[in-house]
Nanobody, 115 residues
Framework: QAQLVESGGGLVQAGGSLRLACVVSGSIYNVSTIAWYRQAPGKQREMVAVINSAGVTIYGEFVKGRFTISRDNAENTVYLQMNTLTSEDTAVYYC?????????WGQGTQVTVSS
């Protein structure tokens, strides 16, 4: 059964950077389009960035060139490099398949940006 483990979150000042990692176990990794999602308190979960098996990427409009999604196929890992963070980026970040999340959601990783 596939599993997702997110890591790399933390507390950072506005303008700072973080790099999140999503380790995907199971056979889905090589054939799947993987996305980073986030959910802020009181808000719906939203897509942040997507990468398919060929490395083609899509970003949410709010990213505005600040984030980069990548994947290391040797490590079954999808990364999210986040730069120029603002308080509006504060949320729990999750990874899952896209467009339909087909794996049980992991615990996510908390990103808190202080202004």
């Amino acid at each position: 059964q596939a599993q997702l483990v997110e890591s790399g979150g933390g507390l950072v000042q506005a303008g700072g950077s973080l790099r999140l990692a999503c380790v995907v176990s199971g056979s889905i990794y090589n054939v799947s389009t993987i996305a980073w999602y986030r959910q802020a308190p009181g808000k719906q979960r939203e897509m942040v960035a997507v990468i398919n098996s060929a490395g083609v990427t899509i970003y949410g409009e709010f990213v505005k060139g600040r984030f980069t999604i990548s994947r290391d196929n040797a490590e079954n890992t999808v990364y999210l490099q986040m730069n120029t963070l603002t308080s509006e980026d504060t949320a729990v970040y999750y990874c899952n398949t896209f467009p339909t999340p087909r794996v049980h959601w992991g615990q996510g990783t908390q990103v808190t940006v202080s202004s």
